[in-house]
């Protein structure tokens, strides 16, 4: 698995989700959990995570959608 984005909005989480799932890619997300704990302060943004192959399509396809990530590829 590897990190295509951190967010901290939960709605946001949802609709990368969301986007990712109508593409045919699944994305699983991390530490949701510990992000409802902190409410809407930007400390622990949860991290949502594909499938190593599947990486250059979930960019494409957030890009092709408009959603604004960084772009902080490794």
């Known amino acids: 698995m590897i ?3 951190r967010v901290s ?3 946001d989480v949802v609709y990368i ?3 990712l799932r109508g593409a045919g890619i699944e994305a699983i997300v991390l530490d949701g959990h510990m992000s409802s704990l902190y ?3 930007d400390v622990m943004p949860q991290r949502i995570m594909v499938i190593d192959e599947d990486i250059d ?3 494409r396809v957030l890009d ?3 959603v604004d990530y960084p772009k ?3």
Do not use: H, S, T, W
Request: avoid cysteine; hydrophobic fraction near 50%; aromatic fraction near 0%.
């Open 17 to 19: 989700q969301a986007i």
């Open 39 to 41: 409410g809407a302060v």
């Open 57 to 59: 399509a979930a960019r």
């Open 64 to 66: 092709d959608a408009d």
């Open 72 to 74: 902080n590829k490794p």
């Open 9 to 11: 909005n939960p709605l």
């Open 3 to 5: 990190e295509l984005v």
